[in-house]
């Protein structure tokens, strides 16, 4: 089993180089979907066995040992972001498999897959920094891929303020290497136990303003919608940059919160969760830009993951569990926006009317990823929501409802969409593989919400009982949200003063690099008061 670690960086590598030479033949086309799905089968092998076994698999590249070598690892943790990666990338092949894309995307596609996936499974330091790079890199072509809808100066902006956040993490991981001598993130993690801590504040702000820059987190949250929104870029790239590359964040928070496992400084990260979540709804009620309403609804949920990762043992696993959910709505919601944006040719939420007659299913989709959004019961946000939050102190709980109170009034919003007549022109959408791949992310929201009980208990032993007080007081109290939400909704928001300067307001590099600095400065003076 350990073997196989090596062929989910390298297959996607293949893939690639095949479908450059051959991204025209539908015979090419076909088996790149064909060895997608083998990855998938793979990974969720992988899972299996590493759940059952309780053990990590790993393997050390060249045979040297890990010390001197690179090693990949896959634990439970590890797999599980593998599976949801190979998972995304197959349904992006089914969904892009029409495209009149050149032969670059698919390349650039696949690259990106084995890049993500060998960030999930490397155990050292400065070969997962390279592979970020190439992800950053693959980013900012995919931006401005289209020619006719170019980006650049968002781009540029991405790119630039990438090379800053990642010197946060250079310097870090140089710091570790002096301290320890190895670049082995387990075997660091050993050698800095015994270290004065005070030696390790500066490293571990160091790595975790860069980790808190890659999940968006405020106040450097201003690069994400900027990306997702940026017109060049393909559907199915912002359903993985949403989905996956922002979740690659989550899990390096996890490792280097391990790493430096001696400071502990949660009430600072739930609160700036808490607050990029509200800061997140209320930049999503002021735009009219649909893929820009969508990356504020990722930001939200991100908020919320990373709140409930420092609440303990119950919630840490439920934000595991939504990390998935928020993977699978998004991915949905981006697919069923690039269906919608191709139709109507505009991204602006008050132009688009009357979806439901011009195309049943990706208005269906948009109402099922809505719904497990804003965690409605028997939809996957429910239990996500429950197992984060409803073991928490109390104040926390109501400003989670409070947040999810607010997503259910975007949701609501959004979803004006698909009412009313139909302005203008519209192009009818034929591409069958679009509507299988959204069909299948929107099957598994609800899947998951009538079945995620079984899962969880089956992956994190956590017996879930939906008949319990607990579980069917957050469920009523977000049923009775959306009740509620619908009858206050009685305007639009594009006139009031408050969402026009909350619309206004774009921050550019000088403030963004700014907003790294800031943050840098607030986690070192937590983790010295804290620790």
């Excluded at 781009?155 to 800053?164: D, E, K, S, T």
């Excluded at 989550?250 to 990260?269: G, K, V």
């Excluded at 011009?358 to 208005?363: D, G, I, P, R």
Aim: aromatic share 14%; proline share 2%; charged share 10%.
């Amino acid at each position: 089993m350990a073997d196989l670690l090596v062929y989910f960086v390298l297959t996607p590598i293949l893939i690639a180089v095949f479908m450059y030479l051959f991204s025209h033949a539908a015979l090419g086309r076909l088996l790149a979907v064909l060895l997608q799905l083998g990855l998938v089968i793979g990974s969720f092998l992988l899972f299996i066995y590493v759940n059952s076994a309780y053990e990590t698999v790993t393997v050390n590249i060249g045979n040297y040992r890990s010390v001197l070598g690179i090693s990949l690892g896959a634990d439970y943790i590890s797999s599980l972001f593998v599976l949801l990666t190979n998972f995304i990338f197959l349904m992006c092949t089914i969904y892009s498999y029409k495209e009149n894309d050149n032969k670059l995307f698919w390349f650039l596609m696949f690259v990106w897959q084995a890049a993500i996936v060998g960030i999930f499974l490397t155990r050292d330091l400065f070969n997962r920094f390279v592979l970020m790079e190439v992800g950053t890199m693959i980013i900012t072509i995919l931006m401005v891929y289209r020619r006719g809808d170019r980006k650049m100066f968002h781009a540029m902006i991405f790119l630039m303020i990438n090379i800053v956040a990642v010197q946060f993490y250079i310097f870090g991981m140089g710091l570790v290497y002096m301290q320890t001598g190895v670049l082995d993130l387990y075997l660091a993690a050993e050698r800095l136990r015994h270290i004065d801590t005070n030696y390790l504040l500066l490293p571990y702000a160091l790595f975790m303003t860069f980790v808190a820059f890659k999940a968006a987190l405020l106040p450097m949250s201003h690069w994400l919608p900027k990306t997702l929104s940026a017109s060049g870029a393909p559907s199915s790239a912002s359903a993985v940059l949403a989905g996956i590359n922002v979740t690659s964040g989550l899990y390096m928070f996890i490792r280097f919160s391990y790493m430096f496992n001696m400071i502990n400084i949660a009430p600072f990260f739930i609160a700036v969760g808490l607050i990029t979540s509200v800061f997140a709804i209320i930049m999503a009620i002021s735009h009219k830009d649909i893929k820009t309403i969508l990356s504020y609804l990722t930001l939200s949920q991100v908020g919320l993951i990373i709140a409930a990762f420092n609440l303990g043992d119950v919630s840490y696993h439920g934000a595991l569990f939504h990390t998935l959910n928020q993977i699978v709505f998004h991915g949905a919601l981006f697919f069923a926006s690039g269906i919608i944006i191709h139709m109507y040719n505009t991204r602006d939420i008050h132009e688009i009317r009357g979806l439901f007659k011009t195309n049943k299913t990706a208005a269906i989709v948009t109402i099922v990823g809505l719904l497990g959004l804003t965690g409605i019961p028997f939809f996957n946000g429910n239990l996500g929501i429950y197992l984060m939050f409803s073991y928490a102190p109390m104040y926390i709980r109501i400003i989670v409802w409070i947040i999810n109170f607010g997503v259910i009034i975007v949701a609501i919003r959004y979803i004006s969409m698909l009412f009313d007549k139909p302005r203008g022109e519209i192009i009818k959408e034929s591409d069958i593989e679009k509507r299988i791949a959204s069909i299948l992310l929107a099957a598994l929201c609800l899947f998951l919400g009538l079945f995620g009980s079984y899962l969880v208990n089956i992956i994190f032993d956590i017996d879930v009982n939906v008949f319990d007080t607990l579980y069917l007081l957050n469920a009523g109290i977000l049923a009775a949200s959306l009740i509620v939400g619908i009858f206050i909704f009685r305007k639009d928001f594009k006139n009031e003063k408050v969402t026009n300067i909350a619309r206004d307001l774009d921050v550019g590099f000088k403030g963004m690099a700014i907003s790294i600095g800031i943050f840098f400065a607030g986690i070192l003076i937590a983790a010295y008061l804290l620790t």
